[in-house]
Every structure is written in structure tokens, then in C-alpha cells.
């Protein structure tokens, strides 16, 4: 029997290959098609929820300053010309009152202070003031003292002190008893000065929580002792 020999040397199967091939890579260009329409699909969907979204807020929005206009349309009908008028008045009188009270000075602060803070040795005769430009007065007493050691001491008891600036003792001088007369100069601060302070100083605290409970409580004052017959 003579050897049969194959004719060609392209396998008889290369054509089934080639068929798998193609279908394989159709499925998977069909596969990523659709994962790609699905995307866009959502992409398409989140975009008109939100556009919707935004459109309903702005109306929503519209809708609350087309009310809260009508209410303060409402409300400004309501108040009276009158009534205004007189309420702002009434402000105006509460806020030149606060002024003129911040502004306003009294001098018993700076009595009661020079009161507290002359040495025993120490003696002021006379005083004259000038309101000062940089607020406050500006002060000059007239004093005397026992000797140079009691004048040194108040010296230093105005010197701590922190409502006078500008501090100057002058024109010293001797008296036929040997006492030293002196002037003294300096700039008294607004503070110490102020009525506002001095207001404040005199109104007491308010009443805490605990004080207005403790307040409120009446003490039981019947007698529980038992009683018989």
C-alpha cells in the first residue's frame, strides 16, 4: 500500500479557529456596548433627578421669600405710624440718656478717695479743677504738712495710686509753726469719676437663683407636737 501525504500544510481546522475567534471577540465588544450604554443610561438619569432637584429648590426658595414678604407686608400694616414714631423717639431719648450719664462726672468719688488716701500727718486746705482734655480733671490742692518726712509719705500714697497722672508737688515752703506748705497738681481719671461707676457702686447686685428659691420658701412655724385630749 502506498504512503498517503497530506497536500497542504495548512491544518484542516484553521477555519473553525478563526470563526471562534471572531465570535469570541464579538461578545466581547457586545459586552462592553452595553456596560457603556448602562453608564451613560445612569449618568443621563442622575443628571435629570438633579436638574429636577434644583429647579424644585428654587422654587421652594421663591415660594418662601414671596411669603415672608407678604407676612412683613402684613406686619408693617399692622404698626402703626404713630407707634413708630414714638417707639423711635423713645430710643433715641434711651441713647442721649446713656451718653449724657457716660459722660458725666461727679466729684464726691475723688473726695471719698482723697479722704482715704491723706496721711494723718497730711492737711489740704484748698483745691481748684479744670476738666482735661485727655479726660478727667486735672486737679490742684493746696496743703500742709507736719514736716518734709509726712509730705515724702503722701507722695509715695499717690504715687501707687492708680487714678492719678501727671503727679506734681511744687512751691514748698515753710510756715511760721514750721510746717511745710505745698501744692500738689496731677490729672484725676474719668474713672474714678464717672457717675456710671458711682451708679453702679451704689445699685445692688441682682438676686441669684439661689437667694430668689430661699426667698420664696416661708418657714413652717406650726408646732407638730402632738396634743391629746
Not at 7 to 14: A, E, L, M, R, Y
Not at 105 to 110: A, D, E, G, I, Q
Not at 220 to 226: H, K, P, R, V
Amino acid at each position: 500500500m502506498e504512503p498517503k501525504f497530506q497536500s497542504s500544510f495548512i491544518p484542516k481546522d484553521s477555519t473553525g479557529s478563526q470563526a471562534s475567534q471572531m465570535g469570541s471577540f464579538k461578545n466581547r465588544k457586545e459586552s462592553g456596548g452595553g456596560l457603556l450604554a448602562f453608564l451613560a443610561k445612569t449618568i443621563f438619569a442622575v443628571s435629570v433627578i438633579a436638574a429636577v432637584g434644583v429647579f424644585g429648590y428654587k422654587f421652594y426658595l421663591r415660594y418662601s421669600i414671596d411669603k415672608m414678604k407678604g407676612e412683613l407686608e402684613i406686619a408693617r400694616i399692622d404698626v402703626e405710624p404713630d407707634t413708630v414714631a414714638e417707639l423711635v423717639r423713645i430710643n433715641n431719648r434711651i441713647h442721649s440718656t446713656k451718653d449724657l450719664i457716660a459722660g458725666h462726672f461727679v466729684l464726691s468719688p475723688f473726695f471719698e478717695f482723697l479722704e482715704a488716701s491723706t496721711a494723718t500727718t497730711v492737711r489740704f486746705t484748698d483745691i481748684d479743677y479744670l476738666t482735661s482734655e485727655e479726660g478727667g480733671i486735672q486737679v490742684t490742692l493746696a496743703g500742709e504738712a507736719n514736716n518734709y518726712g509726712a509730705l515724702a509719705l503722701q507722695a509715695d500714697i499717690f504715687k501707687d495710686s492708680p487714678y492719678l497722672t501727671n503727679q506734681l508737688f511744687s512751691d514748698l515752703k515753710l510756715d511760721d509753726q514750721g510746717n511745710v506748705l505745698f501744692t500738689f497738681n496731677a490729672r484725676v481719671s474719668s474713672e474714678l469719676l464717672s457717675y456710671r461707676r458711682k451708679v453702679e457702686q451704689l445699685t445692688p447686685p441682682p438676686a441669684t437663683t439661689e437667694e430668689v428659691v430661699a426667698e420664696e420658701q416661708v418657714p413652717d412655724g406650726t408646732n407638730n407636737q402632738d396634743s391629746t385630749i
